[in-house]
């Protein structure tokens, strides 16, 4: 059997992932020699289901969210990195290129926007993305300063990657 490592160096899109939903999640776990949570979510073959109980619901999403953002930049042929450590704080999703920090992303889909904004403003980044769920845009809008970029959440599932990626670099 291939280690995580081994099968993360193919990409997979997010669009093709395969969704585990709770039953198939507990089948797997006890059926395949070898496979334990950790394999199933940093291989990068699966993504969790949003019919999971609400109180992992949001947990979820936000890192659903990071595996798109880390599978995006890698597709740029940048060093994605899902919770990169800045020693005194950590950033959700981090793009590098040759060891300089270029994109950083903070997901809030149920946490602090505060908390959010004030890692983003504290970090030596080019480009400093708030990704926020809709229904929170225009607190964040209301919260942040002119250096950060807002995306909404649904921007990312509706728009053609393209258009993400043109988005994301302007």
Known sequence: MASYEEIK???ISFEDKIT???ELEKLLL???????????LKS???RLSSTKPNNK?????HQEVQELLANLGRELE??????????????????????????????VIEGSILEALYRLQ??????????VKDDR?????GKAHNEIKIIPLSYLYNRSKIDLIRHLLL
């Not at 006890?30 to 199933?40: A, M, Y």
């Not at 060093?79 to 997901?107: C, H, M, P």
């Open 20 to 22: 585990l939903d709770n």
């Open 9 to 11: 160096k193919y990409q």
């Open 137 to 141: 845009l225009k607190e964040a809008e």
């Open 30 to 40: 006890r059926t395949v020699k070898g496979i334990d949570k950790e394999f199933l």
């Open 78 to 107: 940048l060093q994605s990195i899902i919770e990169y450590n800045l020693g005194n704080t950590r950033i959700d999703v981090a793009w590098l290129d040759k060891g300089l920090l270029k994109f950083a992303f903070e997901i």
């Open 57 to 61: 619901q949001g947990t979820n999403l």
């Open 44 to 46: 990068g073959l699966f």
């Open 122 to 131: 504290n970090v030596n980044a080019e480009k400093k993305i708030l990704i």
